[in-house]
């Protein structure tokens, strides 16, 4: 997802100032942001292939706009419950909706780990 890396491009300079909690939670901030901006994305992708027939989603009743973007929330972050599952060609989406959300919160937890570790030299 490119943005992820654009929203998180400015952290480092945030790292570079001076470490305070106010900068520390903008920066968590950001992070979050790109994560629900993902999902997002995602959502609208899956509703699209549903829409094109390329697939579908097994559960109890129609999809709403909050089942789509409460599946891709809970696909982005790994958790995969399995209460909404897809099927047909929607399933490799979501398994790369999957992927993409490893490497974001790979990403994340790296930039996390250097906030930390640079508030404890200060």
């Known amino acids: 997802m490119g943005s992820h890396p654009f929203i998180l491009n400015a952290c480092p ?5 001076h470490c305070s909690l106010l900068n520390n939670l903008g920066i968590a901030l950001r992070g ?3 994560h629900l901006i993902a999902a ?3 959502d609208a992708a899956l509703w699209i292939g549903e829409e094109l027939g390329l697939g579908g989603f097994r559960q109890a009743g129609a999809m709403t706009a909050m089942d ?3 599946f891709s929330l809970i696909n982005v972050t790994t958790l995969g419950l399995a209460d909404i599952f897809p099927t047909e060609h929607l399933r490799v989406l979501a398994g790369v909706e999957a992927l993409t ?3 974001l919160i790979s990403c994340s937890a790296q930039l996390f780990w250097t906030m930390m570790h640079k508030g404890e030299e200060a």
């Open 13 to 17: 300079t945030l790292l570079e100032q």
């Open 68 to 70: 789509y973007f409460y």
């Open 40 to 42: 997002a994305l995602f």
């Open 32 to 34: 979050l942001s790109s």
């Open 101 to 103: 959300g490893f490497a």
